[in-house]
């Protein structure tokens, strides 16, 4: 089935912060009513749990419809932006769990896990990455998919028309200060990939392996979502012959887990590190990075 595609701004016409209130007040009259009305406490516990996973589904949405466009974002900070460059329909793949502030303990961290909102605790790589690249690198922006009913978390989004995506990427793309890739294989992400090479950007172009090792075992939340239609991650051996037919070069046996992946005036891999677990293992090594191609070419740091 093909999805409804529309384009500017995102106004959604659910009300949800309407619906989370109204939910969460259901949760709390279904547990009235077991405590105080007769309501058998399976069935009220039932209903607790139903209008309670609702609630935290409508604010989720909530703060979704709030966020700001990539207009938006760009207006108000003047540093040259990050693009984010994937695969529309593919952006759902969980890439790592919600960091948890350093510091806490093993009851604080049990504790923070058990209370947080569970469409925060899995993150795609976008929403994982945000907040270190938007404070350390750079506004984080990228074109919105058509058919995307809110704004998705992570890079704030502009949804051009279908005859001007191209443009709009060819204008941003030269003053980004940097490019950040999550691969799947896709005719629109090659067209976007080969202009990046056309145009001697490759050694600004960044690309990142999971938290979790590719073969390994992984958190059972993150397993399942990954099995999911349209949230499969791209195999390793699927993503090396497709940069390949790019002229990317990577390397044939995957990096392992938390690599940060360069590329170098030839368009080789440059693999910067590995065992990266939080958005600051990542971003790090990527500002080495960018701090050393500012150097050589005499850019402003921002």
Aim: hydrophobic residues 40%.
């Amino acid at each position: 089935m093909a999805r409804r595609r529309r384009f500017g701004p995102r106004r959604p016409r659910t009300p949800f912060g309407l619906v989370s209130t109204l939910a969460g007040m259901c949760a709390l009259g279904s547990l009235a009513l077991s405590v105080f009305g007769g309501l058998p406490w399976g069935s009220g516990i039932r209903l607790v749990l139903l209008f309670g996973v609702a609630a935290s589904w409508a604010e989720w949405m909530r703060r979704r419809s709030e966020l700001p466009t990539a207009d938006q974002t760009l207006s108000e900070d003047p540093r040259p932006p990050v693009l984010f460059l994937r695969t529309f329909g593919r952006e759902s793949v969980y890439f790592s769990r919600k960091e948890l502030p350093e510091g806490l303990n093993r009851a604080q961290r049990t504790a923070r896990r058990l209370t947080e909102d569970r469409f925060e605790a899995f993150q795609t790589v976008e929403k994982f990455l945000s907040r270190e690249l938007n404070d350390r690198v750079g506004p984080f922006v990228a074109l919105g998919d058509p058919a995307d009913r809110v704004p998705r978390e992570g890079a704030s989004r502009n949804w051009g028309e279908d005859g001007t995506w191209e443009q709009v990427f060819l204008d941003l793309m030269p003053r980004s200060r940097c490019i950040v890739v999550a691969v799947h294989v896709s005719e629109g992400l090659a067209w976007e990939l080969a202009r990046v090479r056309e145009a001697d950007r490759q050694r600004r172009l960044f690309m990142f392996t999971p938290t979790y090792d590719e073969g390994g075992r992984v958190l059972n939340m993150v397993s399942v979502n990954n099995r999911l239609p349209g949230h499969t991650p791209e195999r390793w051996e699927r993503i090396v012959p497709f940069m390949r037919d790019l002229g990317y070069t990577l390397p044939e046996a995957h990096p392992g887990p938390g690599a940060v992946i360069g590329f170098g005036p030839d368009c080789e891999a440059v693999v910067l590190s590995t065992g990266a677990s939080t958005a600051s293992g990542y971003v790090t090594p990527l500002l080495g990075a960018l701090g050393a191609l500012d150097a050589e070419e005499g850019s402003p740091r921002p």
